[in-house]
């Protein structure tokens, strides 16, 4: 009799432990698939006289096959989605004013220079750099963005800034 009961413990307790195994190996699994996905951080929004500027900054933006690809002379282009909306409580929110800016960079091996562009609404820009490090964060950082004129806001009301980056 105590036999039998020993070993209906002990299948009870198998299947917990095995579930218990198999959730902690999905959650660290989980974790290191989350830390590695880019994403936007940092993001400020300021006015800069009339203009409604925004800052953001990309992390984990690069991967081996993209320095690979950009150090082997092929063009990287990333696109940042900027929108500004309105809030509204009983409609769909209201688009004020959108920019998508584009950040391109292409390495010139005969001259070793990496030629960085910024392009966009109220932007453009174009640098050269033989740091790896330099066009990397200038790559990632998006620095006083234009989003809207003031003109066209109303202090009443609420906003916010929506973003995306397409890699």
Sequence with gaps: ?????????????????????????WLAMTKVTWAATPS?????VGMRGKIVMMNARLMDGFTNSISEAI????????AFEIELRQENAMWNDTLI????VQHTVKYDSLKKVYRFSEIGKGVKRKILTRNKENYQKLMLT??????????????????????????
């Design 1 to 25: 009799m105590k036999l039998t009961n020993f070993l209906k413990k002990i299948n009870i307790e198998v299947p917990s432990a095995a579930s218990l195994i198999a959730i902690v190996v």
């Design 40 to 44: 936007l951080v940092n993001i400020g």
């Design 71 to 78: 150090e082997s002379g092929v063009p990287m282009t990333f």
């Design 97 to 100: 004013s959108s920019n998508i």
């Design 142 to 167: 998006l620095n006083n963005i234009p989003i809207a004129s003031t003109r066209s806001l109303d202090a009443n009301e609420k906003y916010y800034v929506r973003m995306k980056a397409d890699l």
